[in-house]
C-alpha cells in the first residue's frame, strides 16, 4: 500500500482504487486467517447478491459488474465449495435460482462480522462522523 504522502498526489479513481485495494486486501487476511475455505471477492460479491434472497442466475448476470461467463464459473466454484445450491425455476427449463445453504450464510454473516471490525478500526482511527460522511457520499447518484 502506498505510504500515506504517496497518496496525497492521487485523483479520486485513483485514491479510490487505493482504498478499496486495501480494505479488500486487510478483510481477504481476516477471513482466510480463521477459515479453512477460500472464497474470493468476487464470490463474496455473488454471495452478498444472494444473501436472503432467491435470485434467478439470469437476474445475477444482469445485475452483477461481471461477465456472464465469470458469473458461471464463481457459481459453480460457490456450489462445489457447498455455500449455494442451484434449483430449477418451475416449468422453465432453462432457468435456474440459487440460494445460499445454511453453511453458506454462516460464512457470510462470519464475514460480515469480520467486516464491521474492520469498520470499526476505521472509525476508531478517522471517527464515526468521518465514517458516515464518507457512506453518504459513496451512497449518492454521481450522475455517471
Not at 497518496?7 to 482466510?32: C, T
Request: glycine residues 4%; contains cysteine; proline residues 1%.
Amino acid at each position: 500500500m502506498s505510504s500515506n504522502s504517496e497518496l496525497q498526489n492521487l485523483d479520486l479513481i485513483d485514491l479510490l482504487s487505493e482504498r478499496h485495494s486495501l480494505v479488500r486486501g486487510i478483510s481477504e487476511r481476516a477471513w482466510n486467517s480463521q477459515s479453512d475455505i477460500y472464497i474470493s471477492n468476487s464470490e463474496w460479491y455473488i454471495m452478498a447478491r444472494i444473501y436472503k434472497k432467491q435470485p434467478t442466475i439470469s437476474y445475477i448476470t444482469k445485475n452483477v459488474e461481471i461477465s456472464r461467463q465469470a458469473i458461471h464459473k464463481f457459481i459453480k466454484n460457490l456450489e462445489a465449495k457447498g455455500l449455494v445450491e442451484i434449483n430449477n425455476v418451475e416449468n422453465n427449463k432453462k432457468e435456474k435460482w440459487i440460494q445460499l445453504t445454511a453453511w453458506g450464510e454462516g460464512c457470510y454473516e462470519k464475514n460480515e462480522g469480520l467486516k464491521a471490525q474492520l469498520e470499526k478500526r476505521i472509525a476508531d482511527q478517522i471517527g464515526v462522523e468521518q465514517v458516515q460522511v464518507l457512506k453518504d457520499i459513496l451512497k449518492l447518484d454521481w450522475g455517471i
